[in-house]
């Protein structure tokens, strides 16, 4: 029996230079094209189903999957449960288009409290603009992680990209032992560049507690092709998988759980506490060369 492709509902931002696809689900960018090449993942399934995920309420995996507030346990999933959900396009305009999701019953069952979560894109010649917004609407505090899982296409062999950053100094990172954050170790850069292979991702993602640079070019056969500026962002994720033609750079504001993590939400590393009715923003940007 052939079971059909999902088709969800999308949105659209076209310039001189680029064409922005977003899928309403999880609010994804699921397509970045120029004339010539489409610069996000395309999700085939055989590697990896999603394009450039949004990660609320949580980055990474928490120990067991659990984690408490006020003497209660709650489950949440990897990454929380934004990508999952479906957004509400709440304005558009010829270069912008923001998306919106609210908390519901569905969400405070597993994350017990009222927001609002805001993802604005904005095409400026070669340049999207992805900025997020998290409102708040508790008149106490909110514990929070959010963070990109952009999925850039490498069409090429692996071994002909590189990661050009704006230090020369080693990258020092934590590995991730059954999807918990442990140990540091490092990789050595030659002239700012971290040529890419493979086994880099032996361990899985590499977890960056403390950001090495604000900005990360990929450079193909040596010429610069993407850039992903993320200044405000403190934490960052670079991943890929065996033989899968993408690199993800992910600018974060926390996460995964430590090793030997208690579980408190509010002692969470990298965790963000929103003050009540408050606004949280950032944003980040690619550009196409």
Known sequence: MQIDKIIYMTSKLSNSYLTATFNHKGAELCELNSATRNYIWNGDV??????????????????DNV???????YTLPRHGFARDLDFEVVAQSDNEITFSLQSNELTKANYPFEFELKIIYTLIGND????????NKNNFQMPFSIGAHPAFSLPLDFTHYSLLFDTNTDLKFHLLVNDLVDSETSLPLANGKLHLDYSIFDNDALVFKTK???????????????KISFN?????GIWSKPNAPFICLEPWFGYADIVNSN????????????????IFTSEYGISIF
């Open 212 to 226: 090495p640079s604000s900005s990360i070019t990929i450079l193909e056969q040596n010429r610069s092709i993407i």
């Open 263 to 278: 579980g408190n939400i509010f002692k969470k590393e990298g965790v963000q506490i929103l003050n009540a009715f408050g």
């Open 46 to 63: 055989k590697h990896w189903g999603k394009h450039s995920p949004l990660l609320f309420p949580i980055v990474g995996t928490l120990r």
């Open 128 to 135: 999207l603009k992805v900025k997020y917004e998290v409102i």
């Open 232 to 236: 405000d962002f403190p934490n960052l």
């Open 67 to 73: 984690y408490t507030y006020q003497d209660k346990k």
